[in-house]
């Protein structure tokens, strides 16, 4: 069986990535703003939609396409990805479902690197919003995180 994290912002839904975009973005007192959001794309057939594993004790994600299975990581998560299968568990909306469409939002440094990066999930089942992971990036340079949505 997955544990399931708990999403912060329960309750918001949405239906397009314009939508997951603005709930990346929405203000978070105390929190990091959020300056760029990237759509989570298949590099390998350009599907948009996904199953979603993150680590229990890192903080890493990896997404796999739902069209052609290939698994793909978020950012920089291959780093610290551990293949004991026993470690992952899967994101699931409070509906039940393990389908999303992905985004990836970033908080950038006044010099363009990557301060934080949150993984943005939007059920394809009941449309509910949520932040499932989100990690700091302590390391320059880092804006090619932009491009590993
Ligand atoms: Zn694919
Ligand atoms: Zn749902």
């Not at 698994?71 to 990805?81: G, K, L, M, N, V």
Request: proline share 5%; hydrophobic share 30%; glycine share 10%.
């Amino acid at each position: 069986m997955h544990d399931e994290p708990t999403p912060p912002g329960l309750g918001k839904r949405g239906s397009t990535f314009d939508d997951l975009a603005a709930f990346l973005q929405q203000p978070d007192p105390g929190g990091y703003p959020v300056q760029a959001v990237r759509e989570c794309v298949c590099r390998s057939c350009g599907g948009r939609s996904f199953e979603v594993a993150v680590m229990e004790e890192e903080n890493a994600a990896r997404r796999t396409c739902l069209t052609c299975g290939q698994h793909e990581f978020i950012a920089d998560s291959e780093e610290y990805w551990d293949d004991d299968t026993e470690l992952e568990c899967y994101c699931a909306c409070p509906c039940g479902s393990e389908e999303f469409a992905a985004a990836v939002g970033y908080s950038l440094r006044e010099d363009g690197d990557v301060r934080w990066v949150f993984v943005g999930l939007r059920c394809l089942t009941c449309g509910g919003l949520g932040i499932y992971e989100d990690w700091k990036i302590s390391y320059g340079p880092s804006a090619f995180l932009l491009d590993r949505a």
